[in-house]
C-alpha cells in the first residue's frame, strides 16, 4: 500500500486531547471530528491538510487516554498515514483497528520537513521524501497487518474474511 503528501509536523508527547480534544467527544460523527482533529496542537490543521497528507511526529505520538475518537478524527481528516519516532501502544493499536496506517521510524520522524512530500510504501518498507530526495527504510507490516489496513479496519476484515 502506497500513500501519498505532504507532511505536518508536530513534536513528541502529543497526547489524544490535543489530536481530538474532549469538548468534542459528544459525537462520533466522523465528519464533525475531523474539523476539529488536531486543533489543540495546531488551529489551521484541519483547514490545511489535503487528502493523502502525512502526519510526523516525535515520541510517544498519541499518549494519554485510549479513545478511539483520535485516531477516528485523524483518518477523517484525510491523512493517508501517521509517521513518528514512536507510539503509545494503545494508540497504535487503535489506529491498526480502524485502517489508519501508522509508522514507527526515528530516521524519517527526525529528518521530515513540514511541507516535505511524501511517498509511503508500507508493503516495500520505505518512505521516500520527494522534496529532499531522501529514502528512509521503515518495517514492512505483516500481511496480516496489511490486510486489516487494506479493508479498513479490523471488522471489516473479519466481516469479509
Avoid: W
Avoid at 498519541?62 to 478511539?68: A, D, L, M
Avoid at 527526525?110 to 528512509?136: C, S
Wanted: with cysteine.
Amino acid at each position: 500500500m502506497a500513500y501519498r503528501g505532504k507532511a505536518h509536523r508536530f513534536g513528541d508527547d502529543i497526547n489524544t486531547d490535543e489530536i481530538i480534544p474532549a469538548r468534542y467527544l459528544n459525537t462520533t460523527n466522523k465528519e464533525d471530528l475531523a474539523k476539529h482533529c488536531m486543533e489543540d496542537a495546531d488551529k489551521n490543521f484541519a483547514k490545511n491538510v489535503k487528502a493523502g497528507d502525512v502526519i510526523v511526529a516525535g515520541k510517544n505520538f498519541g499518549c494519554g487516554s485510549s479513545r478511539e475518537h483520535a485516531p477516528i478524527s485523524i483518518k477523517a481528516a484525510g491523512v493517508s498515514c501517521v509517521i513518528a519516532d514512536s507510539f503509545a501502544r494503545i494508540f497504535f493499536r487503535n489506529c491498526i483497528n480502524i485502517g489508519l496506517p501508522i509508522i514507527e521510524s526515528k530516521e524519517a520522524s527526525e529528518k521530515i520537513g513540514p511541507g516535505d512530500t511524501l511517498e509511503v510504501d508500507t508493503v516495500a518498507g520505505k518512505v521516500r521524501n520527494i522534496t529532499k530526495k531522501e529514502t528512509y527504510k521503515i518495517e514492512k507490516y505483516p500481511p496480516f497487518m496489511q490486510k486489516i489496513i487494506k479493508m479498513g479496519g479490523l471488522i471489516n476484515s473479519l466481516r469479509r474474511g
